[in-house]
């Protein structure tokens, strides 16, 4: 060892270097650039967590500012139909078509039924629901026209039709008339006001309800008797003072209300002389309002109600307790469970589509093959007396 060493030393004193020589100082090289790459590539634990949670917090904002741009957006483009609504339900045109579908269903049918609050969305914004609506009405009124049968061809037929009936089913002038090049379609979807939509659509229930078999359901109906009957088709109050009152309808399918009105009498100052005595004329006019439209509303009304110190109220909140919160809550009930029923299908379907796609099974159980022989039985045994304890 003292004699390679020397003339190791040797012979690089002389400009020469051994094999051996050229293998160490290789070796080292790497191992230290191997050691400078390892400390900068690979970070102490707290560190590399922290630069893990520090990304992972970024992505997490990130995602979170955009959940919350999106909801702003959502809530900008519902607020305007918000409003709009909230003028519909202060119409008592609203409730008269609501409850024209709750008495003639029978007639009508169910089958292109909407709920109240599909209809009031329809009226803002038309779809293809509000138009199977109108389509499905305007087929009960004779003749029926071809056109129903075309893209948005029932805006025209509606146009048509209402320009004959107008003076005895509405007041006013018509909103929408029919022209030659069929400009009522876009005007009708994209520049009448909701408010003027809903009298076109109560106007049209007006005439349906003028039709042969809707008089003759009525008639039959009559003729069976009982209170309910004359109540059906005569709606009344169900309380109320002189100058307020209470009205509630719906059904299962398009939902219940409950509406307030509003009597408000005025004095004019003009007067007129009758039978040789001066006197004041006087006019009055009606504000509607719709109070409850779900079960939260209708229990937040019945608080109020509760609280109140007119006994036409709480004679109004008894009646609500009584008759319609236990059928809401079977409602709700049922549409609870509903919903439920139809989270678990979609669980049960996300998880079979997770396994297919995954390609995942279930596990196999390794199975040994049976042999009958002789020698297999006795090695069988013996192994099974082998492994009792002692």
Same mark, same amino acid.
């Given at each position: 060892?003292?004699?390679?060493?020397?003339?190791?030393?040797?012979?690089?004193?002389?400009?020469?270097?051994?094999?051996?020589?050229?293998?160490?100082?290789?070796?080292?090289?790497?191992?230290?650039?191997?050691?400078?790459?390892?400390?900068?590539?690979?970070?102490?634990?707290?560190?590399?967590?922290?630069?893990?949670?520090?990304?992972?917090?970024?992505?997490?904002?990130?995602?979170?500012?955009?959940?919350?741009?999106?909801?702003?957006?959502?809530?900008?483009?519902?607020?305007? %139909?918000?409003?709009?609504? &909230?003028?519909?339900?202060? +119409?008592?045109?609203?409730?008269?078509? #609501?409850? /024209?579908? $709750?008495?003639?269903?029978?007639?009508?049918?169910?089958?292109?039924?909407?709920?109240?609050?599909?209809?009031?969305?329809?009226?803002?914004?038309?779809?293809?629901?509000?138009?199977?609506?109108?389509?499905?009405?305007?087929?009960?009124?004779?003749?029926?026209?071809?056109?129903?049968?075309?893209?948005?061809?029932?805006?025209?037929?509606?146009?048509?039709?209402?320009?004959?009936?107008?003076?005895?089913?509405?007041?006013?002038?018509?909103?929408?008339?029919?022209?030659?090049?069929?400009?009522?379609?876009?005007?009708?979807?994209?520049?009448?006001?909701?408010?003027?939509? %809903?009298?076109?659509?109560? &106007?049209?229930?007006?005439? +349906?309800?003028?039709?042969?078999?809707? #008089?003759? /359901?009525? $008639?039959?109906?009559?003729?069976?008797?009982?209170?309910?009957?004359?109540?059906s088709f005569r709606k009344d109050k169900i309380g109320g003072d002189g100058s307020t009152s209470y009205w509630c309808d719906g059904n299962a399918v398009l939902g219940h209300r409950l509406y307030r009105e509003v009597t408000v009498s005025k004095r004019n100052s003009a007067k007129a002389k009758a039978k040789g005595k001066a006197c004041k004329a006087t006019s009055s006019t009606s504000q509607w309002e719709t109070l409850a439209?779900?079960?939260?509303?209708?229990?937040?009304?019945?608080?109020?109600?509760?609280?109140?110190?007119?006994?036409?109220?709480?004679?109004?909140?008894?009646?609500?307790?009584?008759?319609?919160?236990?059928?809401?809550?079977?409602?709700?009930?049922?549409?609870?469970?509903?919903?439920?029923?139809?989270?678990?299908?979609?669980?049960?379907?996300?998880?079979?589509?997770?396994?297919?796609?995954?390609?995942?099974?279930?596990?196999?159980?390794?199975?040994?093959?049976?042999?009958?022989?002789?020698?297999?039985?006795?090695?069988?045994?013996?192994?099974?007396?082998?492994q009792q304890p002692k």
């Amino acid at each position: 060892m003292l004699q390679l060493n020397f003339l190791t030393w040797w012979n690089a004193g002389k400009g020469l270097v051994s094999p051996t020589l050229c293998l160490a100082q290789n070796a080292a090289n790497l191992l230290t650039n191997f050691a400078e790459s390892s400390r900068q590539a690979i970070l102490p634990c707290s560190q590399a967590s922290q630069c893990l949670l520090a990304m992972f917090s970024k992505e997490r904002i990130r995602s979170m500012k955009e959940k919350e741009e999106e909801e702003e957006d959502d809530d900008d483009a519902s607020s305007p %139909l918000k409003s709009e609504i &909230a003028k519909l339900r202060r +119409r008592w045109e609203l409730a008269s078509v #609501l409850n /024209f579908f $709750n008495v003639f269903e029978p007639v009508i049918g169910n089958d292109s039924l909407l709920s109240a609050e599909e209809i009031e969305t329809g009226l803002v914004k038309p779809n293809e629901s509000l138009a199977k609506l109108h389509i499905m009405l305007l087929k009960g009124i004779p003749p029926v026209s071809k056109l129903l049968n075309r893209s948005d061809g029932w805006v025209t037929v509606l146009c048509k039709k209402l320009a004959l009936w107008w003076p005895w089913v509405a007041e006013g002038e018509i909103p929408l008339i029919a022209s030659r090049g069929g400009d009522e379609i876009s005007k009708y979807k994209d520049e009448l006001d909701p408010v003027h939509r %809903l009298l076109l659509l109560r &106007a049209l229930c007006e005439v +349906r309800a003028d039709q042969v078999d809707a #008089l003759s /359901f009525i $008639n039959s109906e009559m003729k069976k008797g009982g209170a309910h009957r004359v109540s059906s088709f005569r709606k009344d109050k169900i309380g109320g003072d002189g100058s307020t009152s209470y009205w509630c309808d719906g059904n299962a399918v398009l939902g219940h209300r409950l509406y307030r009105e509003v009597t408000v009498s005025k004095r004019n100052s003009a007067k007129a002389k009758a039978k040789g005595k001066a006197c004041k004329a006087t006019s009055s006019t009606s504000q509607w309002e719709t109070l409850a439209t779900n079960l939260q509303e209708f229990q937040q009304a019945v608080e109020e109600l509760s609280s109140s110190r007119r006994k036409a109220e709480a004679s109004v909140c008894n009646k609500i307790e009584a008759d319609v919160l236990p059928e809401m809550e079977k409602l709700q009930k049922k549409k609870d469970r509903a919903l439920k029923r139809k989270q678990t299908q979609e669980k049960l379907l996300n998880d079979v589509r997770a396994y297919t796609t995954t390609g995942l099974t279930r596990s196999c159980r390794n199975r040994r093959l049976i042999s009958y022989t002789f020698d297999e039985y006795d090695r069988a045994i013996d192994e099974a007396i082998k492994q009792q304890p002692k």
